[in-house]
């Protein structure tokens, strides 16, 4: 803890209470807080001028299965552009809720980046609008970067289904007839 | 031309753009929402080259992980290369000799270079301007031949090692650079006097896919696509790593936010990275090119063979890989397209907790919607392709 910055004295000062750890590790700052405190702490990381937290760099989640309770973690890493200064907000999420509140709101780039998060691991994001996966397909049972989903599991192919929205010609096809119809008179 | 109008449908369409499509380099899917020709909303699919990169990471060994990194960006991978590594470093507390830090820096500058020739080749080629295209691939050739005679590979170069590189430069290589530089400007000459005051490529380009400033940072926009909008943030200058706060090198900036700006940004810093390998390679300290430590890099085959300590060495980092500190760390450099982030947690173990890319074209392909709203099909070719998005990177 030699190398605390200023950053960190200055908002174990202002956030307290709402603290729940934090670290200076190889000179990169963490910060734990409670899941319920998430969206008013990063609001007042954003809006704050000694710290201006704009810019929001990452959201990933560990998944800490049989190492720590609560079992997740989501990870937001923020920067901000005028004080070069870089945070990494931890959120503890347990197994059996794992439910965030979405910063879609305040970030446009969370909507993929909680996607992704909710594709790999599960965690659902309250306020998303759009909650979807999103590397993976629909059909997909599971979410792979769980420590508890097996590595080799195959998982059976998906049948072709309808996808909404195709664009189906069906003037093509009565054209083609009729070409074909007037060809035949023609010999 | 009245009656003619009326014919024209009014109602919207939906039209699948992909996932496999010939103007669009990479595997990626659009849902469009069209009304005539223009694009009132687009729905971006992504995840066809998924192959689960973090998956795989957890269950090799920190070393075996190298190469995974050189499928990310395959347009760039020694930028990769460096970044994970220098995170691991990072997390063990290891800094390589200068030397090795040195030729870092010069050889990710030259595929920062191969990146932005190939992705300017492609968008002029893709606008119809073949020749200039030729020409970028031309000097894009040069530089991968460069790439080549230094790590052996053209594209899997697999050249970073955890506390150093893979193997030196090879002889002459400052006079070969020199020489390719050479050649490079000269084509770059051509290919301004082919496209800066082309009357068709500006046509396409020139207020395109625009972004502004405030969009831009909402969406985390990083690379030449922020730095379009006119925000000064590249991080070799914010958070320098390696030798960059030794360079002299300017960080090129746009004002509109449009593709024509991003084309010129990624031109300019062409020129500067070539500038900064100049310097590199004028300073270059004689020395070692990996730290010697025979708990993170492999004894020479030398001692494996004759002495005890050295087979030692070898099986632990073979078997049990390389040991890291329980912890976690955030490392950035500045790829070709923006911020590349590794954030890695270790337990202890010989492998990965965790190993998160933060993949600089998957945010920027967030923002696609938004850049293409109100524009034409034809204006998504190159939007797309000033993105650069590399699906290696993107779905990882």
Redesign the interface.
């Known amino acids: 803890m030699a190398d605390e910055s200023i950053n960190s004295q200055y908002l174990r000062g202002k956030l307290g209470p709402d603290i729940v750890e934090f670290s200076s590790?190889?000179g990169?700052d963490?910060m734990t807080i409670l899941r319920d405190n998430l969206v008013a702490t990063v609001l007042f990381l954003r809006k704050d001028p000694q710290v201006q937290l704009?810019?929001?760099?990452?959201i990933?989640a560990?998944?800490y299965l049989g190492?720590k309770e609560p079992r997740f973690e989501v990870?937001y890493?923020f920067y901000s552009?005028p004080t070069?200064f870089?945070l990494?907000v931890k959120v503890p999420v347990p197994e059996a809720n794992p439910v965030v509140d979405s910063l879609t709101a305040l970030?446009?780039?969370a909507?993929?980046?909680e996607r992704?998060v909710w594709d790999?691991y599960g965690i659902r994001f309250t306020g998303h609008p759009d909650l979807r996966r999103?590397?993976?397909?629909e059909q997909f049972q599971g979410h792979?970067?769980r420590k508890d989903?097996p590595?080799n599991q195959c998982q059976p192919l998906v049948s072709l289904r309808e996808?909404?929205?195709?664009?189906v010609d069906q003037r093509s096809e009565t054209k083609l007839v009729r070409l074909q119809h007037q060809t035949r008179r023609k010999s | 031309m009245e009656a003619e109008g009326k014919d024209l449908p009014l109602e919207t369409m939906a039209l699948q753009m992909g996932p496999s499509h010939p103007a669009t380099h990479g595997t990626i899917k659009f849902n469009l929402k069209l009304e005539g020709e223009k694009v009132l909303d687009c729905d971006v699919e992504v995840g066809y080259l998924h192959r689960g990169f973090q998956k795989s990471c957890e269950q090799a060994t920190w070393t075996q992980v190298v190469p995974y990194t050189d499928r990310l960006n395959y347009a760039s991978p020694l930028i990769n290369n460096f970044a994970y590594v220098m995170a691991v470093e990072k997390l063990i507390g290891i800094e390589p000799p200068v030397r090795c830090q040195f030729i870092r820096v010069i050889m990710s500058e030259l595929s920062r270079i191969f990146d932005h020739l190939t992705c300017c080749g492609m968008a002029a080629s893709e606008l119809g301007a073949i020749t200039a295209g030729f020409y970028m691939i031309e000097a894009r050739e040069l530089v991968m031949r460069l790439t080549e005679t230094v790590t052996g590979a053209r594209l899997t170069v697999t050249y970073g090692r955890i506390g150093g590189v893979k193997h030196d430069l090879p002889y002459q290589f400052a006079e070969q650079v020199q020489e390719v530089f050479r050649k490079i400007r000269s084509i770059l000459n051509d290919c301004d006097r082919l496209l800066a005051r082309n009357r068709i490529f500006i046509d396409r380009m020139s207020n395109v896919g625009v972004i502004s400033r405030e969009n831009a940072l909402s969406y985390s926009l990083t690379g030449p696509i922020l730095r379009s909008t006119g925000v000064d943030y590249d991080v070799r200058k914010a958070q320098p790593y390696l030798l960059y706060d030794q360079m002299d090198f300017a960080v090129p900036l746009g004002s509109r936010g449009d593709n024509y700006d991003r084309f010129v940004c990624r031109v300019q810093e062409i020129e500067q990275s070539m500038r900064i390998v100049e310097q590199a390679l004028k300073k270059l300290p004689p020395g070692s090119i990996a730290i010697e430590d025979p708990r993170f890099i492999l004894p020479q085959k030398e001692k494996v063979y004759n002495s005890i300590e050295g087979l030692m060495h070898h099986f632990k980092i073979i078997m049990e890989g390389i040991k890291v500190p329980p912890g976690e760390t955030y490392f950035a450099v500045e790829g070709a397209n923006g911020e590349l982030g590794f954030y890695v947690v270790s337990d202890g173990s010989g492998k990965p907790y965790t190993l998160r890319v933060r993949p600089p074209c998957f945010i920027a392909m967030a923002a696609f919607a938004e850049m293409i709203r109100g524009y034409m099909i034809p204006d998504i070719v190159t939007t797309f392709g000033m993105i650069n998005m590399i699906g290696g990177e993107c779905d990882r």
């Open positions: 590790e190889r990169q963490t704009d810019f929001l760099t990452d990933t560990v998944d190492r990870v890493h552009l070069k870089r990494r970030w446009k780039a909507n993929w980046l992704e790999m999103i590397l993976l397909y792979p970067l989903y590595v996808v909404e929205g195709t664009f």
